[in-house]
């Protein structure tokens, strides 16, 4: 059973940084990649920013700039570092974890860490 647990959401004044961690159960090279969504309410979950499993990394445009994704595999952890924080960054982010087998994708998830920036 694969467990993720994020960490570090909270509220965060416009401009401000926060530093976003998810651990895994197991090892995470089992994993073909690892990445962030969030969803603001009334909205759909978006992608934010993924790594794969050979540290190729990618981020939607509206955090290109900002936020950085990277693993720490000898931890079983992904990070999420966001700067320059906007109020539309506002959201419930969740952890993700993608494991393919033959014909089969396999999608894991954390429970979720809310992001809170004012202005």
């Known amino acids: 059973q694969v467990q993720l647990v994020e960490s570090g959401g909270g509220l965060v004044q416009l401009g401000g940084s926060l530093r976003l961690s998810c651990a895994a159960s197991?090892?995470?090279?089992?994993?073909?990649?690892m990445g962030w969504y969030r969803q603001a309410p009334g909205k759909q979950r978006e992608l934010v920013a993924v790594i794969s499993s050979g540290g190729t990394t990618d981020c939607a445009d509206s955090v290109k700039g900002r936020f950085t994704i990277s693993r720490d595999n000898a931890k079983n952890t992904v990070s999420l570092q966001m700067n320059l924080l906007k109020p539309e960054d506002t959201a419930v982010y969740y952890c993700?974890?993608?494991?393919?087998?033959?014909?089969?994708?396999?999608?894991?998830w954390g429970q979720g860490t809310q992001v809170t920036v004012s202005s």
């Open positions: 993700n974890a993608v494991e393919r087998r033959p014909g089969v994708r396999y999608d894991y």
């Open positions: 197991g090892s995470i090279f089992r994993f073909n990649a």
